[in-house]
């Protein structure tokens, strides 16, 4: 199936280093979502971005939606061993029609973080 | 408030079974959508439900079918299970507006 390119592929980190991963598409989107998913459990979103330039915070997560509209990137400052998981970018591309609300999903970067 | 609740968690089924997964959304929410995942991969769109219509379907066999219900709940079925069909399915819902969708923990199927 379809999916956005996503790197790095995995990281491994010092407690307290700031971590950054992006994704990018060859198509506009016009949605893109930050995802965390743990062993076990579905996926739980930590940053949703709608307008292109668009930069959003949570806590100490920060994810920029591209000017471009074909890329994003997720920022996490000052990381703690609880960040450790699987962080997925996913977008919505600006063809769906109506309430099609199809994402298309990178394959994820996995995170460790040593304390 | 309860969220996105799947049923069963975990399922072993063997080929040739055919598989019935639950799905019920966070209250008020009238979108639903299913995805696969398989290990090592990221989510892969099998179908979305709205107001009980068909919104969208994935790139996958016509072995996979799914239902919305009048109170929003959700079903995938899956014919003729394959080895290959082993995965984690999740299920999603959102407000019809621009919003992230919230999964649920996901079903664990085996096919044996």
């Known amino acids: 199936g379809q999916q956005l390119n996503q790197s790095p592929q995995s990281m491994f980190i010092q407690e307290g280093e700031d971590v950054s991963m992006n994704c990018t598409s060859s198509?506009?989107?016009?949605?893109w979502l930050w995802y965390k998913q743990e062993p076990g459990e579905g996926p739980v979103l930590l940053i949703a971005?709608?307008?292109a330039g668009e930069l959003t915070s949570n806590g100490r997560l920060t994810a920029q939606f591209g000017i471009t509209r074909k890329d994003s990137f997720l920022n996490i400052s000052a990381s703690i061993p609880s960040d450790v998981g699987i962080y997925f970018c996913?977008?919505?591309?600006?063809?769906?029609?109506?309430?099609?609300?199809?994402?298309?999903w990178g394959l994820g970067t996995s995170l460790a973080v040593n304390p | 408030d309860a969220g996105v609740t799947q049923s069963p968690t975990h399922l072993i089924k063997t080929r040739g079974q055919h598989v019935t997964l639950r799905c019920s959304p966070i209250?008020?929410?009238?979108?639903v959508s299913w995805y696969q995942q398989v290990l090592g991969q990221g989510p892969q769109f099998i179908f979305q439900?709205?107001?009980?219509?068909?919104?969208g379907r994935g790139n996958f066999p016509d072995r996979f079918s799914a239902r919305q219900f009048p109170n929003y709940s959700s079903e995938l079925n899956v014919n003729a299970l394959l080895l290959g069909d082993s995965a984690l399915y999740l299920c999603?819902?959102?407000?019809?507006?621009?919003?992230?969708?919230?999964f649920g923990s996901g079903t664990r199927l085996t096919v044996v």
């Open positions: 209250s008020g929410h009238k979108s």
């Open positions: 996913a977008g919505q591309p600006i063809l769906n029609a109506g309430n099609n609300r199809k994402l298309i």
């Open positions: 971005l709608y307008k």
């Open positions: 198509s506009i989107f016009n949605t």
């Open positions: 999603a819902s959102s407000l019809a507006a621009r919003e992230g969708y919230t």
């Open positions: 439900y709205y107001e009980k219509e068909e919104r």
